[in-house]
């Protein structure tokens, strides 16, 4: 399983979804959307032009964005 995160500095939202992946043990690849233009081109491929962050992409699948219950980011 190859997560990958795209997320923008500061964002509370990407924060939990990293202590998520971080407390549950799982490996996750983040990327920084916001002032890397080539990966949020990227993300918003993925999303369908969605540009919520944090954006989770599992094995090449898009899986959602934002984070928490309801979504938020």
Known sequence: MAI???T???CPYCQQARDHYNRSGIA????DAQTD???QREMLAFSGGDPTVPCI?????F???GW??????
């Open 4 to 6: 990958v995160m795209y």
């Open 8 to 10: 923008k500095p500061g």
């Open 28 to 31: 996750f690849t983040e990327f």
């Open 37 to 39: 233009k080539a990966r």
């Open 57 to 61: 992409v599992d094995d090449g699948k």
């Open 63 to 65: 899986v959602g964005s």
């Open 68 to 73: 928490g219950d309801p979504l938020r980011g």
